[in-house]
């Protein structure tokens, strides 16, 4: 059985007493809370000192980028060893806003990917189409596209661990959702070229996280569909009484 997994992706917001200041509040909600897993992706500058707040908790931490190289003369960027040793145990690779704001190709996915594996990270693959794809009916060439490029030359070994998100660009920050049947069927989709083209078990085992505009009241009913696993969530991630709703409503009681 596939344990769900909520992931708070704070994009760039939040300096340093801010972040304290919301992971205290969403330690004192979900301390406790066992059902899925949950984990927050701070900036590069607050890992270390939300990890220090994490410690030895049921809430992971996540990284938002790394770059592929293990070190060397890159100014500027983060290998993903620094990230581990910061307390990160994930990391979010190919965000759509990378992908248009800097241009990530899945080469480099495909190396970031790489990198992560080699440390120990767990991967969080992100893909999804854009509005004007979606029109177009591109949207599972472009999103098995992604996965071809981005899952270049590894092994069925090598990707045991590895997280898949799908985020509708046209519904991140919009507001707008895919309806959970929608949702679905991009899943299915994922899930089943994950059997295509590695196994059956790595299908059945590997978790598909939604993400766009997830809200506490539309987290429920994307959870009922078969092959949506949690959540990659963006701004709902920022206020704890939003991200906390989130969790707790991702799982029936």
Not at 156 to 167: F, H, K, M, S, W
Not at 178 to 183: E, G, I, K, M, S
Not at 232 to 237: E, F, K
Request: proline share 3%.
């Amino acid at each position: 059985m596939r344990v769900p997994l909520i992931v708070g992706n704070w994009k760039m917001y939040k300096i340093m007493n801010e972040a304290v200041e919301l992971v205290n509040e969403i330690k004192r909600e979900l301390l406790d809370f066992r059902k899925a897993e949950i984990v927050v992706c701070p900036p590069v500058t607050n890992l270390s000192s939300v990890y220090e707040l994490l410690m030895e908790t049921n809430i992971g931490l996540g990284a938002q980028n790394l770059y592929w190289e293990k070190e060397g003369a890159f100014t500027g960027e983060v290998s993903a060893l620094m990230i581990k040793d910061c307390g990160c145990e994930y990391v979010i690779i190919g965000h759509s806003e990378r992908r248009k704001y800097f241009s990530e190709s899945d080469e480099n996915v495909n190396k970031k990917i790489k990198a992560s594996l080699e440390v120990g990270l767990v991967p969080i693959m992100c893909v999804g189409e854009t509005l004007e794809e979606r029109e177009a009916t591109k949207t599972i060439e472009v999103i098995k596209q992604q996965l071809v490029g981005g899952l270049k030359g590894f092994s069925l070994q090598d990707l045991g661990n590895l997280v898949i998100a799908y985020e509708p660009v046209w519904a991140i920050g919009t507001g707008k959702t895919a309806t959970p049947t929608q949702a679905q069927e991009i899943h299915k989709v994922i899930r089943e070229w994950i059997l295509e083209n590695f196994s059956s078990e790595l299908s059945s085992n590997m978790r598909i996280l939604y993400g766009g505009s997830v809200t506490p009241e539309n987290i429920r009913e994307l959870m009922r569909q078969e092959d949506i696993d949690g959540a990659l969530v963006g701004g709902a991630s920022l206020k704890s009484a939003s991200f906390v709703g989130i969790v707790k409503n991702s799982v029936d009681e």
